[in-house]
Nanobody, 125 residues
Framework: QLQASGGGLVQTGDSLRLSCIAS????????LGWFRQAPGKEREFVVA????????YYADSVKGRFTISRDNVKNTVYLQMNSLKPEDTAVYYC????????????????????WGKGTLVTVSS
């Protein structure tokens, strides 16, 4: 239902773009977003975008560096990550839920309706 890709090994300051392809039903019905889980840490909210694409919400740690967008033709949500830091190293998960509010308020993403498999992002110093 959700398929994430685009992770890799980059250096500090580099950019990377993650993609998450959703089924047409999920893409047209749900808010979409990204969570991440760093080694030894709890999964955390990163960013979400509303079904219409008109609303977004970013975690403070990525605000100004990451940008989420939706491609309504390709049923794909993108996460453009710029100025990457070693602390951005994590497995990134695409998720879908009713609203961006529920996504950002759910501790660790608990209760999301749909999850994709993670994609690993490693930022070397």
């Amino acid at each position: 239902q959700l398929q994430a890709s685009g992770g890799g090994l980059v250096q500090t300051g580099d950019s990377l773009r993650l993609s998450c392809i959703a089924s047409e039903r999920i893409f047209s019905t749900y808010a979409l977003g990204w969570f991440r889980q760093a080694p030894g840490k709890e999964r955390e909210f990163v960013v979400a975008i509303s079904r219409s694409g008109g609303l977004t919400y970013y975690a403070d740690s990525v605000k100004g560096r990451f940008t989420i967008s939706r491609d309504n033709v390709k049923n794909t949500v993108y996460l453009q990550m710029n100025s990457l830091k070693p602390e951005d190293t994590a497995v990134y998960y695409c998720a879908a839920d009713a609203t961006i509010a529920t996504m950002r308020r759910a501790p660790g993403g608990y209760g999301m309706d749909y999850w994709g498999k993670g994609t690993l992002v490693t930022v070397s110093s």
